[in-house]
C-alpha cells in the first residue's frame, strides 16, 4: 500500500476507535512527537463531524418532505370527496329535517 493510503488508513482506525489498547498508546506517543499527525488527526475529525453533520441535515430535510407529502390530501381522495360532496349536503339536509 502507498505510504499515504496507509497513513490515511491509520488516521481512520484511530478516529472510528478501531485499535487495541497498545496501538491507542502508540498513537498518542506518536501524536505528541508529530504535530503534523495531531495537526491531520484533528482535521479529519473535524471532517468527520461534519459529515456527520450534513447527513443529519440532509435526512431532516428528506424526512420533512415525507412528513408533508403524508399530510397533504392525496388526489384520489380530493377527487372522492368533490365526486360525493353534493350526496353528502344531502343527507345532511335529510337528516337535520327529520
Known amino acids: ?3 499515504t493510503l496507509e497513513y490515511l ?3 481512520e482506525r484511530h478516529l472510528l476507535g478501531q485499535h487495541t489498547a497498545a496501538e491507542a498508546e ?3 506517543v506518536r501524536q ?3 504535530s503534523e ?3 491531520d488527526a484533528d482535521t479529519q475529525q473535524l471532517l468527520y463531524q461534519g459529515l456527520q453533520v450534513a447527513g443529519r441535515q440532509q435526512l431532516r430535510r428528506e424526512l420533512e418532505l ?4 403524508l399530510e397533504r390530501p392525496s ?13 353528502r349536503s344531502l343527507l345532511v339536509r ?3 329535517g327529520h
Open 37 to 39: 499527525l495531531a495537526a
Open 66 to 69: 415525507i412528513h408533508a407529502r
Open 94 to 96: 335529510r337528516s337535520r
Open 1 to 3: 500500500m502507498r505510504p
Open 32 to 34: 505528541l512527537l508529530d
Open 26 to 28: 502508540a498513537w498518542r
Open 75 to 87: 388526489r384520489r381522495q380530493t377527487w372522492w370527496q368533490a365526486a360525493t360532496s353534493p350526496l
Open 9 to 11: 488508513r491509520q488516521l
